[in-house]
T-cell receptor
Framework: KAGVTQTPRYLIKTRGQQVTLSCSPISGHRSVSWYQQTPGQGLQFLFEYFSETQRNKGNFPGRFSGRQFSNSRSEMNVSTLELGDSALYLC???????????????FGEGSWLTVV | DAKTTQPPSMDCAEGRAANLPCNHSTISGNEYVYWYRQIHSQGPQYIIHGLKNNETNEMASLIITEDRKSSTLILPHATLRDTAVYYCIVRVAQGSNYKLTFGKGTLLTVNP
């Protein structure tokens, strides 16, 4: 069974541009969450989607957005990129809704974004 | 904010058991304890999670104290490939939804 797949794995963007990252959850998983990891701030929660609806949101500016499709695949978008957006962006998936407290949650390998 | 406290680093000899402690004194009744590990530049790897009973799988054992205020992750026979940052996380509710909030974790170094 394939794990969580994220594309692209590496990318370089210029300040002011926008970027879209893609995540394919484990087959059958319906919940997808996104995290940002930087050396200074560690792993920070961005948002979570279940059944195409955003269920949870972290403390990030509106430049960070996401969506989930009917096949549970998800994308996140960052507009007007800043140097500080350089980070590892991680996607995670789980079978059930985030209202279930004991879900098993699996992470992908991440997308490395460098903003220059 | 993370609800857990972990030592920043630990060492373990190859072949010995690695016991990683975690304090979560403010845990609520239906909040699970999760453990993940992360090897540099890779995504976090799920290890185990539990609510109140001890749990064991092919990777590790999770021992949760009776009052649920602390837990220990046990890697029974550590290998060099177990060197990683280990995160203990209490999945807390935000409204009606639960989320993982990562802290700084414990850097476990397994020495030959």
């Amino acid at each position: 069974k394939a794990g969580v797949t994220q594309t692209p794995r590496y990318l370089i963007k210029t300040r002011g541009q926008q970027v879209t990252l893609s995540c394919s959850p484990i087959s059958g998983h319906r919940s997808v969450s996104w995290y940002q990891q930087t050396p200074g701030q560690g792993l920070q929660f961005l948002f979570e989607y279940f059944s195409e609806t955003q269920r949870n949101k972290g403390n990030f500016p509106g430049r960070f957005s996401g969506r989930q499709f009917s096949n549970s695949r998800s994308e996140m978008n960052v507009s007007t990129l800043e140097l500080g957006d350089s980070a590892l962006y991680l996607c995670a998936s789980s079978l059930e809704s985030p209202t279930i407290s004991g879900n098993t949650i699996y992470f992908g390998e991440g997308s490395w974004l460098t903003v220059v | 904010d993370a609800k857990t406290t972990q030592p920043p680093s630990m060492d373990c000899a190859e072949g010995r058991a690695a016991n990683l402690p975690c304090n979560h004194s403010t845990i609520s009744g239906n909040e699970y304890v999760y453990w993940y590990r992360q090897i540099h530049s890779q995504g976090p790897q799920y290890i185990i999670h539990g609510l109140k009973n001890n749990e064991t799988n092919e990777m590790a054992s999770l021992i949760i104290t009776e009052d649920r205020k602390s837990s220990t992750l046990i890697l029974p026979h550590a290998t060099l490939r177990d060197t990683a940052v280990y995160y203990c996380i209490v999945r807390v509710a935000q409204g009606s939804n639960y989320k993982l909030t990562f802290g700084k974790g414990t850097l476990l170094t397994v020495n030959p």
